[in-house]
């Protein structure tokens, strides 16, 4: 069941693609820039399969706004589902965890996708 909420997710995650910030730093070559895709829709994949399995987290952004997701567990969510990610990700979770720009960037980002999510 898991994996068809994950499929439904990403699915809106191609739609957002278009407005979603570069929250990772891209290789300067083409195949380094297709390992850097893969990895990153990997790691997002990772990070919204987590927070699906949160009921709190989906609760409160089920029926709250962003601002107010943002001021309960939502903010932690993310930061332990990056956290939790495997260590073929830490280059990654370095740049968020060490820039609180990308890291709000990229929790408004899993905000909009998991709030358009209505199992």
Request: zero cysteines.
């Amino acid at each position: 069941m898991s994996h068809y909420h994950l499929s439904k997710i990403l699915q809106q995650d191609n739609q957002l693609k278009e407005d979603a910030p570069d929250y990772q730093l891209e290789p300067s070559t083409d195949i380094g820039t297709a390992k850097a895709k893969d990895k990153k829709e990997e790691s997002l994949s990772h990070i919204l399969d987590k927070l699906t399995e949160n009921e709190a987290v989906m609760s409160q952004i089920a029926n709250n706004t962003r601002e107010q997701a943002m001021l309960g567990d939502f903010p932690q969510a993310i930061d332990d589902a990056i956290l939790g990610s495997n260590e073929a990700h830490q280059e990654q979770m370095m740049q968020l965890l060490s820039d609180p720009t990308k890291t709000q960037q990229f929790a408004r980002v899993i905000f909009d996708m998991l709030s358009g999510y209505r199992g």
